[in-house]
């Protein structure tokens, strides 16, 4: 930020309250609907603050070619106002980063909220006070601001890892980060690229920069699971239609595993003959999505035989598609099952490579040993290259809360208290952290599910708690800590019963080096989650602490 922006920013905090009901990080889909939740609804007062200089969250930062939500657009939106969805219009299946950019912009401007947020501004430290009970919360702009409630929507990927790999600093050309894309764009025309990381943002970037670039090398150490999109199979008509039984849809996806609108099919792929399999396989594989998995069996995620079978189906697809045999088979995942990693949707991704210009070079086999100033050193070679993509995803889940250098009861630091992986309730809230809640935090189904379902529950269970607090005088909210350890036993539990623990994924911390392994997001599902939230509530919120300032805890 320049010294400007960074003036202007210190000018328009001074006019703001330096103490608030609530602090509220972040400017995405979360902060957004917190925000307005805040004012509108409980009538609090709130300071929000954003470190890009508007809203969007995922959306303002990850900007990479290709770039796009494999969540379809009709229900990857707010459904908390009905007049929003039925005059917002998507172009297609799935948005790209612009639209939905663009779709948050929207939702800012026609609620009026970017009134109530410091943009510019970075969370530095959050410092739980045990003598006001109140958060002190600093920000990069050199302000303290106390909140008796501390509320994040940091999102669940939003701190790059850039490897530090050896000589990257001595690189003579221009290296990025898929997830702090220039806004300018990048221009890969007659340049040598290449792309390290083959996960969610590689394999969108891929296909474009193929697209540009003179010549295009990536660097795969996983084979990847992948879906196609299938852009095409919906249209305008029935986008139109979708909005006839809104009701219906979100009813459906709230009570669903991941947030979305399928109804799984009652069948078993063992109970089927392999042409049969086969056939309805074929079926889901055009249709795309997510659907593949959530409208073909429903026990290719339980049983390894049945996984085995859409497993040896997608390699089938790969093979298909690639020409040369060779670098087929570099591409066909084999080490993890299908599922185990998030599940990718591709447009286009196997066919670059028969590209004459896309070269593929299996890094697990021949590992990259420095980066030259010139370009790229594996154990079998040499690449020379004017830009290097770093599509190697985030320290996720944890790694934007350590950041912010929060500090519960004693001082004791978040990144401590975490040490051994995250523990929470619910993935809401923290033991000796009060009045801190984070909106999808680990321990909720966050990154297994469709966001915005998942944020809205969040969002408006958070609210009700805040509603509650204010009707029984109670000041400090607070995870008990055997309900935080019992809950921790079933996450652990849920995701034992899974292939997801097979796998050497980032739902584990296995991109982070010395991260703790610990599975991190609650498989139960959507509909589980919701109705274990509600239970909560209910008997007048199982498992907190409530109590009023300067007495004992009751739970």
């Not at 969540?71 to 219009?89: H, I």
């Not at 379902?453 to 109670?474: A, G």
């Amino acid at each position: 930020m320049t010294s400007g922006a960074a003036g202007e920013a210190t000018m328009a905090a001074a006019t703001k309250p330096t103490e608030v009901d609530a602090v509220v990080v972040g400017a995405g889909f979360s902060g957004l609907y917190m925000s307005k939740k805040l004012r509108d609804d409980l009538g609090m007062s709130y300071r929000v603050f954003e470190a890009g200089d508007d809203v969007g969250g995922t959306w303002y930062w990850n900007r990479y070619p290709g770039a796009r939500c494999d969540s379809e657009a009709y229900v990857y939106c707010f459904s908390f106002d009905e007049d929003l969805l039925q005059e917002w219009t998507w172009s297609g299946k799935y948005p790209e980063q612009p639209e939905i950019l663009k779709y948050l912009q929207h939702v800012a401007d026609r609620f009026d909220l970017k009134s109530g947020i410091d943009f510019n501004t970075r969370v530095t430290s959050a410092r739980y006070n045990e003598e006001t009970d109140r958060w002190d919360v600093g920000t990069d702009q050199g302000e303290q601001v106390s909140a008796k409630f501390l509320i994040t929507g940091i999102g669940c990927l939003s701190t790059g890892q850039v490897p530090n790999i050896p000589g990257r600093d001595d690189f003579q050309g221009d290296w990025y980060h898929t997830g702090s894309w220039p806004h300018e764009g990048v221009d890969f025309t007659g340049k040598r690229v290449g792309v390290i990381g083959t996960g969610s943002s590689g394999v969108q970037s891929i296909p474009v920069i193929a697209e540009q670039a003179e010549h295009l090398t990536v660097f795969q150490r996983t084979p990847q699971f992948m879906i196609p999109a299938r852009h095409h199979t919906v249209d305008e008509h029935y986008l139109d239609d979708i909005k006839t039984r809104y009701d219906e849809v979100w009813d459906t996806a709230r009570h669903s595993i991941a947030g979305y609108p399928y109804k799984p099919m009652d069948r078993k792929a063992l109970d089927h003959t392999p042409e049969e399999r086969r056939e309805i396989y074929e079926e889901a594989w055009a249709e795309g999505g997510f659907r593949f998995s959530g409208t073909s069996f429903s026990d290719i995620g339980l049983d390894k035989r049945a996984n085995d079978t859409a497993a040896e189906f997608i390699r089938s697809k790969i093979r298909e598609t690639v020409e040369d045999p060779e670098t087929a088979e570099k591409l066909l995942p084999r080490d993890h099952p299908f599922g185990s990693k998030r599940t990718l949707i591709d447009t286009n991704y196997f066919e670059t490579y028969n590209r004459d210009n896309v070269e593929l070079v299996d890094i697990r086999h021949a590992p990259i040993e420095e980066i030259m100033p010139t370009g790229i050193k594996t154990e079998d070679g040499e690449y020379e290259l004017d830009i290097i993509v770093f599509a190697t995803g985030f320290d996720a889940m944890t790694g934007s809360f350590f950041r912010m250098n929060i500090e519960g009861r004693g001082g004791e630091k978040l990144q401590d208290t975490w040490a051994d992986g995250p523990k929470t309730y619910l993935g809401l809230s923290v033991a000796d952290y009060p009045n801190l809640f984070m909106i999808t935090g680990p321990g909720s189904p966050s990154v297994l599910s469709n966001m915005p379902v998942s944020i809205e529950q969040h969002v408006e269970w958070i609210s009700d708690l805040l509603e509650y607090t204010r009707e029984h005088d109670i000041d400090l909210v607070e995870a008990d800590p055997e309900a935080q350890e019992a809950w921790g036993a079933e996450v652990n539990d849920n995701a034992d019963k899974t292939f997801y623990p097979y796998a050497d994924s980032w739902y584990l911390g296995a991109n982070i080096p010395g991260k703790p392994r610990v599975f991190m997001p609650y498989v139960g599902g959507v509909g589980n989650y919701r109705k274990k939230c509600d239970e909560v509530a209910a008997a007048g919120y199982e498992g907190y602490k409530l109590e009023k300032a300067g007495t004992p805890a009751a739970s």
